[in-house]
Each structure stands twice: as C-alpha cells, then as structure tokens.
C-alpha cells in the first residue's frame, strides 16, 4: 500500500462545477496535511494546508480532514479553466520538520 | 516571497558524467530537500539538510550525494549518471511563513537527460 493514495485522474468538471479531490493516506501518525497544485512543466506551489479535523476554507478552495478515516480532500468551487492542473497531496508526520511525502497527484481539466 | 533558484533549467549529460545540480535560497531557512519527479512515481526525497554540512538520506538516495557548505546553498550531485536518473529534479526548502505555518516552497526545476 503507498503511504499517500490518489487518484491519478483525469478528473473532468465543466467550469462552474465543484471539484473534488481526494486523497487517502496509510500513517496514522500524520499530523499535517497539504495541498499542491502543479501546472504542466511548472514545480509544485502550495495552496493549502490542514492540521486538525474539519474543513479550513480559503476563498475557492476547501480543504477537509478526516483523522479517523485518514482521508483528506480537497473542493474547488466554481472552478474555471485556469484550475486545470495536477493536485498533490503531501502528508507530514508532524508538524515541525516537513518531511513530506507526496500522492502522485490527481489531474483536474476545467472545460469552459 | 521566498525564491528557490536552480541553476540549471534544462542539462543534458552522458552516462558516466559527473553532474551538479545547484540550489539557492534567499529566506534563511535551515531546511532544504531534494526531490525527483517522474511520471507515475510522483515526487520522492532524495536527501535534505536541517543545517549546514548536515544530511540525511531521503527514499531514494542510491546513487546520488549531496553538500551543504552554506545555509543558502544545497547542492545534488550524481557522481557517474546513468540513464535511469533522467528526471526532473527538484529543490525545494521550508520554514515559517507570516502566517506561522511551516511550508515548503520549490524552485522551478531542473531536467536531466543522461544519454
């Protein structure tokens, strides 16, 4: 089993739709959980990070934690072409040193 | 913001060849890593630093080495490339944002290509 599961996509949304992005980890352990969006040919840039359970909001972007079910998503709403990306999600065992490790990404396609 | 340089964007080398990959960050953070990037593996560490001249192997460190003779600068080395180290490289480093938060942030990359 990979320490950190994604669904490898594509995930297709019309724009205007939420997108939801999943994302299942194996170490009980974690503490600290991020989200990265990758545009083609670009490295990784964070768009959010959650520490406890429940959602933490962030204009359109939604990030939610399940600690029980060691499942964290993320939703993006009202999503435009522009959001079409590869989303990593990266998973740390505490939260000071970030050693993280890294789901091989989910790849979102926004049509107009 | 914090910018995380690296100094070559595209490299092509030859099996056997030594190779540097260089990396500069400009916010003073003691942490620095080194990843690599392929389709279908995802990222995976191959070796970060928590302070100067300190390391620590990563998932993958076979083959690679690295140097930290300064806070700012980490450097990957491949001492004899081989063609399964084409990939792209990437550096990044963390530390604490306005916010508090500790994040990690990238430098564009590097493409290897050994022929």
Request: some cysteine; charged content about 20%; overall charge neutral.
């Amino acid at each position: 089993q990979k320490e950190v599961e994604q669904n490898s996509g594509p995930l297709s949304v019309p724009e205007g739709a939420i997108a939801s992005l999943n994302c299942t980890y194996s170490d009980r352990v974690s503490q600290s959980f991020f989200w990265y969006r990758q545009y083609s040919g670009k490295s990784p840039e964070l768009i959010m990070s959650i520490y406890s359970n429940g959602d933490k909001e962030d204009g359109r972007f939604t990030a939610q934690l399940n600690k029980a079910s060691q499942y964290v998503s993320l939703l993006i709403r009202d999503s435009q072409p522009s959001d079409s990306a590869t989303y990593l999600c990266a998973v740390n065992r505490n939260t000071g040193f970030q050693k993280l490790v890294f789901g091989t990404g989910t790849r979102l396609l926004v049509s107009p | 913001d914090v910018k995380v340089t690296q100094s070559s964007r595209y490299l092509v080398k030859r099996t056997g060849e030594k190779v540097f990959l260089e990396c500069v960050q400009d916010m003073d953070h003691e942490n620095m890593f080194w990843y690599r990037q392929d389709p279908g593996l995802g990222l995976r560490l191959i070796y970060f630093s928590y302070d100067v001249k300190m390391k620590e192997k990563g998932d993958i460190p076979e083959g690679y080495s690295v140097s930290r003779e300064k806070k700012e600068r980490f450097s990957l080395i491949l001492e004899s490339a081989s063609t399964n180290q084409t990939s792209m490289y990437l550096c990044a480093s963390s530390g604490l944002n306005p916010s508090g938060a500790n994040v990690l942030t990238f430098g564009a990359g590097s493409r290897l290509t050994v022929l």
